[in-house]
């Protein structure tokens, strides 16, 4: 399975300058954050991609819409990869909006509104997180898979922080991360 980060927000660039929770509700990709997910495509064309699961947050089903059209592959959403619900950036869209957006994308049965009401411990992330990995080893369907996922939740499965548009190779059987390109 190959985890990416989704390309830079709006959100990370004032964060990043002022470590100050700017406001801003789902926020979209960057010029660069959509560079960024160009490149990741244009990476990932050899790496076996057979199937797409993306967080249901805009910035990653932008990210995802550079990576699945490169590829030519349907993209499935998954909110169990979202990020930890933490900052304003994890208020998502309702379902309504990103299905006129992407109405391609598979939603399956993500409710109208799918987000947590309050702030996510450390330890429900956790849970959550493990919860994802043991269900990926059950089906056995992992192989093949790109997850587009988010700063936290790659952290929480992985223990690796990785930056913006940033892929990494992870074995759910070993726990064993590696760069994926």
Sequence with gaps: MILVRHGQSHFNVHFAKTRIDPGIVDPGLTEEGERQARAAAESLAEQGIRRIIASPYWRTLHTAEFIAGHLGLPVTIDPRVRERYFFTC???SHR???TKR???YGFG????RWWPEAEETEDALALRCAD????MVDQGDWDGLLIVSHWGFIRGLTGEAVGNGVALRFDPHEDAVSPAY
């Design 90 to 92: 994890d208020i998502g």
């Design 96 to 98: 309504s909006d990103l």
């Design 132 to 135: 994802f990995k043991r269900s």
């Design 109 to 112: 049965d993500l409710p109208e």
């Design 102 to 104: 992407w109405p391609d």
